[in-house]
């Protein structure tokens, strides 16, 4: 009797290749290995422990539990650049108008979730200008085009009322 020889294939790894950039949020000094961010980071070798005590530490002055969208740049010898951005925009927009969440169904018309002024978006738009990724874009031009609005609106607001007065004359 001959003995028939089986060879065993092994099946072939795929090795995925991760972006050098993540990009994520991370609530201020409330980084831990937990998941979502611990699979992340462990995915691409970084050391999640070092990792999220330099970010905790990086926030500190932060109140905590506050979005911040961060951006991780990854070398291929696992060394890392830290991008910590300022608070999310719907974060600020929800601390102007005092409240929890956002409207339900805004698209359907007339349900809104609270009121804020063109100030508190100005001083929003101020404070995001200060990060990486929106260097460059002029405040100047919304400022120039609002007092165009503004005044607009004050010369029709002046004719309505001269027009008001003329009718009860």
């Given amino acids: 009797m001959s003995k028939a020889v089986t060879r065993v294939r092994k099946k072939e790894i795929i090795k995925i290749i991760h972006p050098p950039l993540l990009r994520t949020n991370i609530k201020a000094q409330m980084a831990s290995a937990a998941p979502p961010l611990g699979p992340m980071l462990g995915q691409r ?3 999640v422990a070092n990792f999220c005590k330099e970010f905790n530490k990086e926030t500190g002055h932060i109140k905590q539990g506050v979005p911040l969208p961060t951006r991780v740049h990854i070398r291929p010898d696992r060394t890392y650049d830290l991008e910590i951005c ?3 925009t719907t974060w600020l927009l ?3 108008a005092g409240v929890k969440r956002g409207a ?3 698209a359907k018309g007339g349900e809104f ?5 063109v100030k508190h978006v100005y001083e929003i738009a101020k404070l995001k ?5 929106c260097q460059g874009l002029p405040l100047e031009v919304f400022l ?5 609005i503004v005044q607009k609106q004050l010369v029709e607001l002046a004719d309505k009322k001269a027009a008001k007065m ?3 004359t």
């Avoid at 979730?113 to 002024?117: F, K």
């Avoid at 120039?144 to 165009?148: L, Y």
Wanted: aromatic share 0%; net charge positive.
């Fill in 166 to 168: 003329l009718r009860t």
């Fill in 129 to 133: 200008s200060q990060d990486k990724a």
């Fill in 94 to 96: 929800k601390q102007a």
């Fill in 104 to 106: 339900m169904n805004p």
């Fill in 113 to 117: 979730a609270g009121i804020i002024s």
């Fill in 86 to 88: 300022m608070p999310t």
């Fill in 45 to 47: 070798g970084l050391n």
């Fill in 144 to 148: 120039d085009e609002r007092r165009a």
